[in-house]
């Protein structure tokens, strides 16, 4: 084989493990799932009707235009279909923006420690990745614009809420970056969080605007990780040219008829936000109790702050994942020295407040 | 925006589009669904049930190494896990691997009228695509060979049996095209309709050859196209390239889960294949019925010689799709003289034999 000379370049790492590789090296599965920020609330019960009722239809391929699911969400959101591409979750949606715009030495701007699949798409088509710290544990949109202009940049990465730390700007910080982008830039805008958000941190949409592109999910509030929906909004023009590069026979059927039915669940939505709020609550109590700061989150998960350095807090992470508690951490300084800990239902809290003070006491051990 | 030249150059034309847009201009449902090679028999009653129990399971991502599905496929053929990827369907793997081999100006070589899902990838990464034309409705090894020598290309593609045409090569004619492959060359061989052919059209695995990576789907035989499961059979550094590239996270938890147990069904892809064989009896005996003539096939569908030219045969099909008979036909002379026709249930049939006559008389009315 003859690999491009691209492809050969490329690292063998993947930007991250899963829960599944971990079990299999303990030889037990975990206790508590609260690493990767999925919704252990689970989907709508309507979401679930749907794709059961969806699997003996399964033998159709699902509609390549995805009209239905389309102008679901364009009436949602009160924007047109024209408006939405629809992905295999906003990591596949990832890829095909960066390969819409960057080729082998074309300047990206992101922060050091952001969204590492976003980073492993850049690099994956030759994109020259250039980061900007965070500032106070919160992406830093003055020093991104910067960034951007500086290099002229196409796209800049941004997520608000933000993962890994929880933190988020307000919608009218945000409608400001946009509109001070250089021209020719295109913000990607990161909202898989944006459901557990306070209102005022979502700027409104725009769909005439050409300097941005929304991403959202149905991985996080609506618990449909393993579905793979998700969707972007935007400018009529950058939609379009997604479906010169798409899988555009991609889809799942059962999961596109359990978008729709969870779409419509507002119900579901609103548990899910109480329950996520619950246990962000219980979460800041346990760290409390332990001597710990958390972050406040506008998402699905808390970032904890282990008070220490960035091996002390892996030291903890490795703690709670030899206890059967998986978590996962930011892997770049100084965020690094916070541990991720998704929302969980009692019984996974329940496990991390139990693993906590062991886990720290070993890391304690271990640095002393 | 700023799209890169290679986007910007892309045509806005899609490989193929959908029944469903076709049923949303004719403003009704079709009768029978018999256009895309789908298994209108639909999948394993194990796999449906799997995948009804894993959409409440769907708040977790499936497993980025998709470890269990990889170790069921591996005994399954007698390879090991390292020589086989899992991606959406073989669509997404051909993108991957185009991506993987071929840049902007790489020669690919592949057959006039071919898979053209493979061609959209060769152009989505910047190749250039060099055909031969089929000889006596079948793709021709010799003249794949000597384009891909002459040319120096890195991929050549070749589905045994062939789709559209349905015609195949014994796997001894396959193995002698491998073992004549020029230095570094890869043939992309895709068996997505191997479960159909005759135990000889396909040539022994051999997962230590670097010169074949071989396309296998749960989409045609296994029922389950809207699932969305591919995987390849290769070499083990060839296929450790995809994980360079692919969306490590974008297989879906339920289709995953239903891909294992269709997998272990082998009572039901016995019925399929027996319904599939009748199904193509009837389909001969429907054509000959109207004075036209059919090609032998290994495949679930069977190509109908309309007799004339291509617009004659575009006006049977016309006619056909207007009368609610999802069908569809290569798009390259000679072979677009055809229609192709999908194994279907006997009412589905029972539609196409209906409308056929008279689709016949308007497309002779419309050439006379």
Known sequence: MRLTPLAASLP?????????????????????RIGANESVFGPSPKAIAAMAAAASEVWMYADPELHDLKAALAAHHGVRPQNIT????????????????????????????????????VAGFGGVLQTVPYRRDQ???????????KAGAPLVYLANPDNPMGTWHSGRAISEMIGRLPGGAVLCLDEAYADFAPDDAIPPLDPAEPRVIRMRTFSKAHGMAGARIGYAIGHPELIAAFDRVRNHFGMNRMSVAGAIAALGDHAWLGHVREEVAAAKARIAEIAAANGLRTLLSATNFVAVDCGGDGRFATAVLDG????????RKPGVAPLDRCIRVSAGRPPDLDAFAAALPE?????NKSHS
Do not use: C, K, M, W
């Open 139 to 149: 992406e830093d949109p003055e020093a991104l614009l910067l960034a951007t202009r």
């Open 12 to 32: 063998a790492t993947v930007p991250f493990v899963g829960p599944e590789a971990q079990e299999r090296a303990l030889r037990r599965p975990f206790v508590a």
């Open 86 to 121: 629809v992905g295999e979750g906003i990591d596949g949606i990832l890829g095909n923006l960066v390969r819409l715009l960057v080729g082998p030495g074309t300047p990206v701007v992101t922060s050091a420690g952001a969204y590492p699949t976003f980073n492993y798409h």
């Open 320 to 327: 709670l994942v030899r206890r059967g508690v998986f978590v």
């Open 359 to 363: 886990a720290l006491a070993d890391a």
